[in-house]
């Protein structure tokens, strides 16, 4: 090939792009060969070099070597390639097979598809990597065959660096692997790398995306046997401290609530010895809520430990100065006198049964109650209709 006759045509090509057969294809070709016809890849042959015809057709930096101006990627439609220039510009088009390129340029084309150039990209941001893939862990051995000891896990996202490949007498292949402290191997059915892995990057997946891929920061890695023991044992122990809170949590709310036991006040006493007990029932439902959520214990005798429905408002009634019996049924025998649901008001005892009287609550006013419900929700507010009223017990006046 002459000289003169690349530089009349302008053949120089730095990146451009051929797709054959109706899909995208990605090539990158070295020339390394010098050009028939008297050109030659060094500037000290003819007058005028390979290296400065590069330059006089398109501009280059002063410091472009001639291998990295002979870079060639392609890059376009079927059976056509679009020649760039170094800054990506468009400069010339041209029919263009693969063969004749090959033979044109005097290299070999090696052909790539888009997610194999994506890989090369990945590669060398962050090396030769693959994630996990298993459901929740890939064991890591010491050697590659299964019975070989256990040396560490990667579980789900974890990334590792395939440092190299192996194919065991199964026929099984195996990753030797390097990830945090681990180094061994594990199977490569667990592992996505590659094309597959470029192929499966998906901005709304949580490990398998380019931005988990290439931020180092992120990555999950493999762990040591004595490095999950030690997460384990630091795990429940985060646990057993989280209960231990809960529960000083839980006392200090029930002793709490038990200071608060002498609650109706001197002015509230008054009021309700002068007819009016609208203060004092207020105070009997505020001190009422501060067990709201406590245990419902069968036969129980406190409020703080737990108790049940006519415990619950014989306790009430019995820290504010009043005694009622401990049965419902007694309770609504004897304490108070009957009124109807529209004449109740914050403090009175609702009775519940079908023919008799087997729960009961105390009325919280705007239609609520609240009760010792049962063993499943203990103290609980509900509305007072929730369930067959038999009657209602106003004790205070």
């Known amino acids: 090939m002459k000289f003169d006759w690349m530089k009349r045509n302008k053949a120089i090509v730095l990146k451009a792009g051929l797709v054959m057969g109706g899909f995208a294809l990605f090539f990158g070709v070295v020339i390394s060969t010098a ?18 015809a590069l330059k006089s057709e398109i501009p280059l930096a002063e410091e472009t070597t001639v291998e990295e101006a002979t870079e060639v990627a392609f890059e ?3 059976g056509a390639a679009t020649y760039f220039d170094g800054e990506g510009v ?15 340029y005097g290299a ?3 052909v790539l598809s888009a997610n194999q150039r994506k890989w090369r990209e990945v590669k060398d941001e962050v090396g030769n990597v693959a994630v996990t893939t298993a459901g929740n862990y890939v064991n890591i051995r010491e050697d590659a065959e299964a019975g070989a000891e256990l040396i560490g896990k990667a579980y789900t996202g974890a990334v590792v660096s395939v440092v190299g490949e192996v194919t065991d007498d199964e026929g ?3 990753y030797q692997i390097s990830s945090g402290d681990v180094e061994g191997y594990a199977s490569a059915a667990y592992f996505l790398t590659g094309e597959s892995l470029v192929e499966e990057l998906s901005d709304e997946e949580e490990y398998f995306n380019e931005e988990y891929l290439t931020n180092k ?3 999950k890695l493999a762990i040591t046997l004595e490095e999950e023991e030690r997460l384990r044992k630091e795990e429940l122990e985060k646990l057993r401290k989280q209960q231990q809170q809960d529960r000083e949590t839980i006392e200090k709310n029930r002793k709490k609530a038990v200071d608060k036991s002498n609650v109706a006040t001197e002015e509230a006493k008054e009021a309700a010895r ?3 007990t609208s203060l004092l029932r207020s105070q009997m439902i505020d001190y009422a809520m501060q067990f709201l959520g406590n245990r419902y214990i069968n036969g129980g005798q406190s409020l703080v430990d737990g108790t049940d429905c006519s415990g619950f408002t014989c306790f009430i009634y019995r820290d504010f100065g009043y005694s009622i019996d401990r049965t419902p049924a007694a309770q609504y025998q004897n304490a108070g006198r009957s009124i109807s649901l529209e004449e109740a008001r914050p403090g009175d005892i609702v009775c519940y049964g079908k023919s008799s009287v087997t729960h009961v609550a105390l009325y919280m006013g705007n239609g609520k109650i609240i009760h010792s419900a049962n063993s499943r929700k203990g ?3 509900y509305d007072v209709g929730y369930d067959n009223i038999i009657g209602i017990k106003s004790v205070m006046d």
């Not at 050009?35 to 400065?52: P, R």
Request: hydrophobic fraction near 35%.
């Open 379 to 381: 103290v609980v507010i």
């Open 108 to 110: 070999n084309i090696e």
């Open 35 to 52: 050009l028939k016809g008297g050109a030659v890849v060094n500037n000290e042959t003819n007058s005028e070099s390979y290296s400065d």
């Open 76 to 78: 376009t439609q079927v």
């Open 90 to 104: 468009l400069y010339r088009q041209r029919k263009v097979e693969v063969t004749e390129a090959e033979k044109l």
């Open 274 to 276: 002068n007819g009016d």
């Open 172 to 174: 099984a292949v195996w």
């Open 217 to 219: 920061e992120d990555w």
